[in-house]
């Protein structure tokens, strides 16, 4: 798809800072998804079978910034699933409609990879070129052929120019630390456009990245709350979507806290 790999050359530039610690190598090792542990309890989700590899991230446990010294590779180790209550709200929506999945914050590809098993169309950007390195590779081994997947290997910041309007977006995921409002700028002309069905993204006071929240709703979202490990599993995974829209975000509330949420186009279910 042309507007995939046209966005990725858009996307990839910036720079990221390397490895602090000075690693020379970082060591992967590689998972199993098949939906027999990790994602086990949750009901009526839909088939998974993909391998990836993730960072042995017990190894870089350092002071300073290292790519393999990752949450996302922790979480992935030891449960085989990452963000569940996330990643089965993606499912839901990516299962429910077409469209392209743009992944900011991709790192080894998780959701990437629950978008290619749901036959999404994927942008996968990741700032960091170690990261990526890994990113790519993941995803062209569940699909050789890079028809439907793309990567754009930069850092999304004020200089970085915006994505053209033109494919219909089914999910737009941000997980980029704090750089959500740069991210919302470059996706503003799909926004506006409204060809964009669903975001999910964080909203983090800690950052000072909050304000892009009423921006993107005066653009025909509605926003709401992904509920987290206090709800009830049974009742999200019947249906996450409807689940989530009844816990509409109020920033008042999370003045303090992240808060990771869903925004959903006005009309769209």
Known sequence: MTWLTDAAAILSGGSHPPCAADHERHETTTIHVDGSHGLHDWPQLPPLDFRL???RADL?????YCPADSEVSRGLLAHACWEAYGSVLALAILSSGS?????????VG???????????????????????????RNLRRYEPDEVRWSVARGWIDSDTPQLPAGPHVRLIKADVEGLEPEVMRVCEPLLISGSVDFVIAEASPCFGSTGWVARVAALGFDVFVIPDKGSDPLAFAADPIGET???PYEAAAFDRHQADLLLVRTGVR
């Open 53 to 55: 590899d993730v960072f």
């Open 60 to 64: 870089y446990s350092v002071p300073a």
């Open 99 to 107: 469209g392209i999945c743009v992944d900011f914050g991709a790192n």
């Open 110 to 136: 998780w959701y990437s990879l629950l978008a290619l098993s749901r036959g999404a169309p994927v942008l996968a950007v990741e700032a960091d070129p170690v990261i990526a390195q890994v990113l790519h």
């Open 245 to 247: 829209t009844r816990h």
